[in-house]
Structure formats: structure tokens, C-alpha cells
């Protein structure tokens, strides 16, 4: 390992963000704290961009590794132990200070630390709890703060981090425990889901317990109980009433897919699926809110005698996409049964990008693969605010997505038989399920039409883009244009829309200004 | 018809309003416009209003006890945009809001509030733009001064903002264009000055020092992965006219310039 003695922060900050960048994750949303006179530092909940990197991506927060040197040697990682990259490690003081300064110049919302795995994973998280105390307490920083949950960690630690902090994640990695055993050598199943469940014991100690994210939000639209009923009954796979399309089910019954994914395989214990606690094995009984510890110091950061909570931003994590052969499917089944059981704020999918030489990996000349893990990014969107299910969009007979069509359209054209729906009197639950109609627009859909009578023109005015849309809905009754409501017709006609952004987003180097004309025409 | 002709400025349009709903005239046809857009047409009757704060302010207070504050604070982003037919539009939405009240705001369907709809989505649209993309420099004095030149005029809209979160600080928010600052030091919060256009522009000058220009600019570099290069999208959520004012876009010198 190439360590190097004397580096200047400029320097450090260099190797440190180069080699925090394959983390996607970089919203700072979910927490809400008014700014305090004294103190630097607000929360908006919303969360900002601050600015957008050359690959498009927000910059939201300051995005480092604590240390580049890690023990671990994931085949997939740059930073791997036998890796041959320059090495670097921040002092605790020094990441306060360019958190502090950066903050001050609007450049960030706050501060994303990560890191490689210094000596042991206790003793780097234990490196991270010193910086975010120092932020916290000798800083008196009200910003925004994500931190990494490092696999292995000691209990106590993660417990008391987490209230200094407002989001906390642990990399999933690769969805089957078979691809981790062969790819990430030093993590395992257990040492993954176990601080994930942590984390979701510690919001629901929260006074008022945990507000349940997007993707429970709408199941309760749904018709769902709500999650924390939901859990208590026996496994999940009962909590569906319905046409039996149910990620908990899939996993519960189907040795398909269980076989498949890994994910309930390994020691039992950890089913994400079953109504036994398997908290009772992995997390020994000792300090924290597990045993009614209290937590007072690490609470104690915020003015006038409150109490922060535990990781008010809830919990996020992301996978590996391409590395290992899996499929769409069980990628989406994961990543439900993660909504469901662990109730994450997002799960975030980041398409292979081969960084090491290590022959057991995929090559991957053509650069990630794109344009699937935006499919995946949309279907995500799908189970979170569209109420549709991974069942619905890929399944054990289409187990990938059609790389052609964005999945609401795939979805859509698959079931002609449910359009097309009528704008003025579609429940909003079926608006929501029209291709090119987003939440958005439906809701304005539903809030205007109680006054008078919608036509194309006023939904045009409205925002509703209808270059997709108007393939399914009718308006008093009329189509927009004489359309075939009939598979291949539509299809040809969604291509055509498609065709340019399926292209822009595999080629997003080559720039084309001339992209205005395709997205305005069709209407 | 009574067209009456308004200066671009809050308290204007709305003594505009006033002045058009005191008119005496039963079912006469009124229109606001902005002084400045030159057009007059054969058989109206123009009218210039003279601002009155008073009125401004009694019809601003109406707003809010009838309508609600949620209608009122669209008529205030509406009033700080930069369209040539606000004074009108801000009418015509009132004029309908009051004779609907405060459900008004559903209506989408209705060009008024359609209008309006367009309107507050434009500037609340920048707004939100520049909560992120307002960048700091640091003065020798260790004064924190930004300098925007937004489409619409957003000064009274992030001052507040930034008195928030960065209360411990003395800052200057200036809006180039039209010589408006925001001024804010922890000891007496902040206010709006028109005009001081000089003494910030020396201060913009010394803040081109500040040396985290620079580590902002090595970690903007680094944090991109290069295999997903992707200027269009980029360009999508950080709109050109943006840059000119943002470290990381300033390669030649640092600072906010
Ligand atoms: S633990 Fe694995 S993924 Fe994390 S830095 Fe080390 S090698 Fe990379």
C-alpha cells in the first residue's frame, strides 16, 4: 500500500473525493431543522443541489472518505487492499474545517462521510463518531450530515453515531449473497443487514416512532396497513389483499427466487420475510436503545435542552449493478423487500464501472451500463410513488426490462385492455398508472377538474406532457389524435419518442443541442 | 377603456389595483400595464399611478385576511417577476379571486390563474436554483459577498434564507443587474439597499483571493466520474447563465466575480 506522509489538505481532499465518487447517494433531504442564532447551519427538507458535476450528477454535500486505506479487498473497489492507488487519510479537524468553511460559501448542504476500513471497522467508525462530535458539539454545526454505516462495525458505535447524524447508510453492495461471498470477501450477508436493522430499530425508538417513506406512504394509498402493522403480522405475506402480486410473497413461497437472490438464505436468521425477530441472534443485548440506553451526550447537540433523534433522515443504501449477472428482477425484488422491511428512503443502483484489473469482473469498454440502471431508477420511482409492484413490471418470465421502452410504457402496453382511461373521471390511482402522467399532473388533474371541464389544450397549460399520454386517455370522451389503440401501433409510436432519449442516455458525452426539436414535437 | 400605467415595483402594481377597483365608472374595462412597454393604443385613456404605499398596503392586507397568506405569497413572487404583463396579471387573478375567494387557487383550469401558475412557478423555479447556486467569497475583512445577475428579482426572496442558516456571519447578497443588495450581519440581521453599487464592486474585487476558491475547485474536479461525462444533462439542471457567477465555473480567476 502506497502511503503517502505530508500531504497538504488540497492534496488529501484530491484523493479523498476521487475516491468517494462511485458512492451515489447525495441528497441531502429528509431532515428539517430552522436555523439557530449562534450557530451555523440549517436543514431544508427538501434537500439543495449546490451544483452539478461534468457527469451530471448533484453535489449536494462534501463527499469524502475519511481514509483511502482500507484492510478489506472487494474485487469491485478502487480502493481495495491490493489496490496500487495513492493513499490518503483526513484528520478529524481537518474535515471540520472544510465542512465549516465550504458551508459557509453555500458551496454544500454538509458533509457525506465514508470511508475504507482503517485498521478494523470499529476502530474507522470510531474515527468518524470523533469528526461528526467535533462537527456537532466543539463546531455547533446545524447542516446536513450523511454518514456510512462501515459493515462490522460495533453496535455501540453505530448507536451513538447515529444521533449525530441526519442519514445513515450501509451499502447492500450486490443483491445475491452468493455475488458477495465471491466479490467482497470481507463482508457478508450478516454483517451487512445487521447495522440496516439496527438502524430501523433506532428510528422506531424515536419519540413518535418512524414516519414511514415514500414507498409505505403510497402502499397505505394502496389500501396497505400501514407498515408497522404490516410487520407485526406473520411475514409479508399475507398483507396484500388482491391479485397476489406481492414482493413478500415472491420471497416467501417462490424457491425460485429465494434460491436466486441469497437474500434469505444465509443463517436463517435473516429472513426479510418472516415475523420472527431475527434481532434477537445479531445484536446481543448490552448498551443503547436496544436496552433502553439513553444516549443523553450524543442527543444533546441541539439548543435550548432538545434532544436530537436517531437518524431523522432515515436510512438509504445502494447496489452494484452488472457486476455479477443478476437480473432486473431480482434486483427490483431486493430492492422492494429493502422498501418494505427496512423501510429505506431510496435505494440507489450504480452501474458497473470497472476500476481494477481483477479478471473474475466483467469488462466494461462501453462505460457503465447506463441505460439499465436508469431503467431501474424509474421502475424504483414506480414501486415508491406509482403504487405499482416488482411483479407487475419484471417478473420469473420477463425477468429484465425492456431497454427500449421506459417500464410504465412496457407496463402499459402489456395491459391495453385497462385503457384508454378518461381524464375527467379516472380515480387518481389510475391516472398515475398513464404513461407520460406523473404525480404532479395528476394531481393537477384531480384538483382542477372538480371546477370544469379539462381539454387537451387546458392540460397542455397545466404542464401534463402528452407526447406519451395521449396514447391512453381520453378527454370528454375524445382522443387528442385518431390513434389504434393496439400494441404494435403504440409501441411504434413510443419508440419514436423513446428512441432519442434511450440514445442520449447511453451516449451522454455527445451533446446535441438539436434534441429541442424531438422534445417538442409529436404534440 | 381605462388603462392604468405602473412603475415595475410591488407597491406600484398594487396601488395600480387599488386605484382600478376605487374607479368610479360602473363596468368600465381596465387594464394594468408597465409604464415602460411603450405601447398606446387609439381609444384608451391612459392613466399614470402614483405609488402610495398606503394603498399598496391595504390592498396587501386584504389579500391575506380574505384570500389567505398561501395567495398572497403568490402574488408577491408574481409582483418580483420579470414579465411584461404582471401588473395585469395580478389584476385580473385578483379581481376573480375575490369574487371566488380563496379556492381560487384549485382552478387551474382558468387562463387568470393559469397565468399566475406560470408566473410563481418561473421565479420560485430560480429561486430554488440560487438556494443552492448562490456562491460566497471571503473578503480580507471577513465579509462573505455573492454576486448574482437573476432573471427575476430574487434579492427579497433569498435574503431570508441565508439570514437563517449562515446567521453567525456578516454577508452581502448583490444582485448586479439591478444594483439591490442584501445586507446581513448577526448583530442586526439583514436589510435591502438600492444602489451602493461601487464599495461592493471593490469588495468583489479583494474576495477573489479567497483561497478555498481553489480547494472548492479540486474537489468539484474530483468528486465527477469521468466514463459518465454527460454535459447536456449537466447543462439541463445547471442552466449556462448560472455560471458566470460560480467557483467552480471560474477557472481563470477564483472567487464569485
Ligand atoms: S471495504 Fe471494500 S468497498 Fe469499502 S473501501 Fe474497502 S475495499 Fe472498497
New interface residues.
Given amino acids: 500500500m502506497v502511503i503517502q506522509e505530508g500531504l497538504t489538505v488540497k492534496e488529501k481532499l484530491h484523493i479523498l473525493a476521487d475516491a468517494a465518487k462511485y458512492d451515489v447517494a447525495c441528497t441531502s433531504s429528509g431532515s428539517k431543522r430552522a436555523g439557530v442564532s449562534g450557530r451555523l447551519g440549517s436543514a431544508a427538507e427538501a434537500g439543495i443541489c449546490h451544483s452539478f458535476a461534468a457527469d451530471g450528477r448533484c453535489i449536494s454535500l462534501l463527499k469524502i472518505l475519511l481514509s483511502n486505506e482500507c484492510v478489506f479487498d472487494c474485487k469491485y473497489c478502487v480502493n481495495r487492499a491490493s489496490s496500487d492507488v495513492p493513499r490518503a487519510t483526513f484528520t478529524p479537524e481537518e474535515i471540520c474545517t472544510l465542512t465549516m468553511e465550504f458551508y459557509k460559501r453555500n458551496y454544500i448542504e454538509g458533509l457525506f462521510l465514508s470511508s475504507g476500513v482503517v485498521k478494523s471497522p470499529s476502530h474507522t467508525m470510531s474515527l468518524m463518531y470523533e469528526t461528526l462530535y467535533l462537527l456537532r458539539f466543539k463546531y455547533q454545526f446545524m447542516g446536513y450530515i450523511h454518514v456510512k454505516g462501515i459493515p462490522g462495525a460495533d453496535q455501540g458505535v453505530l448507536e451513538r453515531i447515529g444521533y449525530l447524524a441526519d442519514r445513515m447508510s450501509v451499502n447492500l453492495e450486490l443483491p445475491t449473497s452468493e455475488a458477495l461471498k465471491r466479490l467482497a470477501p470481507g463482508k457478508t450477508r450478516k454483517t451487512i443487514l445487521e447495522p440496516m436493522r439496527l438502524i430501523r430499530r433506532g428510528m422506531e425508538s424515536n419519540p413518535g416512532g418512524a414516519a414511514p417513506g415514500a414507498y409505505w406512504t403510497s402502499r397505505m394509498r394502496w389500501g396497505e396497513a400501514d407498515p408497522l402493522l404490516a410487520q407485526k403480522r406473520a411475514g409479508f405475506s399475507t398483507c396484500i389483499p388482491g391479485d397476489g402480486v406481492n414482493a413478500g410473497r415472491i420471497f416467501a413461497d417462490d424457491p425460485g427466487i429465494r434460491a436466486k437472490t441469497g437474500l434469505l438464505q444465509e443463517n436463517g436468521g435473516y429472513h426479510l420475510d418472516t415475523a420472527e425477530d431475527p434481532s434477537a441472534e445479531i445484536l446481543p443485548s448490552g448498551s443503547g436503545f436496544l436496552s433502553g440506553g439513553s444516549f443523553r451526550l450524543e442527543r444533546s447537540w441541539l439548543p435550548d435542552g432538545r434532544l436530537s433523534n436517531y437518524v431523522p433522515a432515515g436510512q438509504s443504501t445502494q447496489m452494484i449493478i452488472g457486476a455479477a449477472g443478476e437480473s432486473d428482477y431480482q434486483i427490483m425484488a431486493v430492492s422492494e423487500a429493502l422498501y418494505r422491511n427496512y423501510d429505506m428512503k431510496r435505494v440507489f443502483y450504480s452501474g458497473f464501472l470497472k476500476t481494477t484489473d481483477d479478471s473474475s469482473l466483467p469488462d466494461t469498454p462501453g462505460g457503465p451500463p447506463l441505460l439499465r440502471e436508469h431503467r431501474l431508477y424509474q421502475a424504483d420511482w414506480l414501486l415508491r410513488y406509482y403504487g405499482f409492484q416488482t411483479e407487475e413490471l419484471v417478473n420469473e418470465k420477463h425477468p429484465n426490462f425492456n431497454l427500449l421502452l421506459d417500464p410504465k410504457c412496457d407496463w402499459a402496453i402489456q395491459h391495453l385492455e385497462q385503457f384508454p382511461v378518461e381524464v375527467m373521471r379516472a380515480p387518481y390511482e389510475q391516472l398515475l398508472r398513464v404513461p407520460g402522467i406523473g404525480v404532479k399532473s395528476a394531481q393537477r388533474i384531480v384538483k382542477s377538474r372538480r371546477f370544469g371541464r379539462l381539454d387537451y389544450d387546458s392540460l397542455k397549460r397545466m404542464g401534463v406532457v402528452l407526447k406519451r399520454a395521449h396514447y391512453f386517455i381520453t378527454c370528454q370522451g375524445k382522443l387528442m389524435l385518431p390513434v389504434k389503440i393496439e400494441e404494435g401501433y403504440i409501441t411504434r409510436g413510443l419508440m419514436s419518442v423513446e428512441n432519442q432519449e434511450n440514445w442520449q442516455i447511453s451516449h451522454p458525452d455527445q451533446y446535441r443541442q438539436l434534441s429541442l426539436f424531438a422534445d417538442f414535437s409529436v404534440r | 377603456m381605462l388603462v392604468f400605467q405602473c412603475e415595475d415595483q410591488a407597491e406600484s402594481i398594487l396601488t395600480g389595483v387599488y386605484d382600478a377597483w376605487a374607479d368610479p365608472v360602473p363596468n368600465r374595462e381596465i387594464r394594468l400595464v408597465l409604464s415602460d412597454d411603450g405601447q398606446q393604443e387609439l381609444f384608451c385613456e391612459y392613466r399614470k399611478v402614483k405609488t402610495d404605499d398606503k394603498k399598496a398596503q391595504k390592498v396587501a392586507e386584504s389579500i391575506v385576511r380574505k384570500l389567505g397568506k398561501w395567495i398572497w405569497s403568490d402574488v408577491e413572487f408574481v409582483l418580483l417577476a420579470d414579465a411584461a404583463d404582471k401588473a395585469q396579471a395580478v389584476f385580473s387573478y385578483l379581481r376573480l379571486a375575490f369574487s371566488i375567494g380563496p379556492e381560487i387557487r384549485?382552478?387551474?383550469?382558468?387562463p387568470e390563474v393559469?397565468r399566475i401558475c406560470e408566473l410563481v412557478r418561473m421565479v420560485s423555479r430560480e429561486q430554488?436554483h440560487l438556494?443552492?447556486?448562490?456562491?460566497?467569497?471571503?473578503t480580507p475583512e471577513g465579509i462573505?459577498i455573492?454576486q448574482l445577475e437573476p432573471r427575476h428579482r430574487q434579492i427579497p426572496l433569498l435574503a431570508g434564507h441565508?439570514a437563517?442558516?449562515?446567521?453567525?456571519?456578516r454577508f452581502i447578497l448583490y444582485d448586479k443587474r439591478r444594483r439591490e443588495a442584501a445586507v446581513h450581519s448577526?448583530e442586526h440581521g439583514w436589510y435591502l439597499t438600492m444602489g451602493e453599487a461601487d464599495g461592493i464592486e471593490e469588495m468583489i474585487r479583494c474576495s477573489e483571493r479567497?483561497g478555498?476558491a481553489?480547494?472548492?475547485q479540486?474537489?468539484?474536479?474530483?468528486?465527477?466520474?469521468?466514463?459518465?461525462?454527460?454535459?447536456?444533462?449537466?447543462q439541463?439542471?445547471?442552466p449556462m447563465r448560472f455560471r458566470p457567477h460560480?467557483?467552480?465555473f471560474r477557472r481563470d480567476k477564483s472567487g464569485i466575480g
Avoid at chain 2, 438556494?131 to 471571503?138: E, L, N, P
Avoid at chain 2, 437563517?164 to 456571519?169: D, F, I, S
Avoid at chain 2, 479540486?218 to 449537466?234: E, L, Y
Fill in positions: 384549485q382552478q387551474l383550469a382558468r393559469m430554488q438556494f443552492g447556486f448562490v456562491r460566497f467569497a471571503d462573505l455573492a441565508f437563517e442558516r449562515l446567521n453567525t456571519e448577526p479567497d478555498y481553489e480547494l472548492w479540486v474537489f468539484f474536479d474530483s468528486i465527477a466520474i469521468a466514463q459518465r461525462t454527460n454535459p447536456r444533462c449537466q439541463n439542471l445547471l460560480m467557483t467552480e
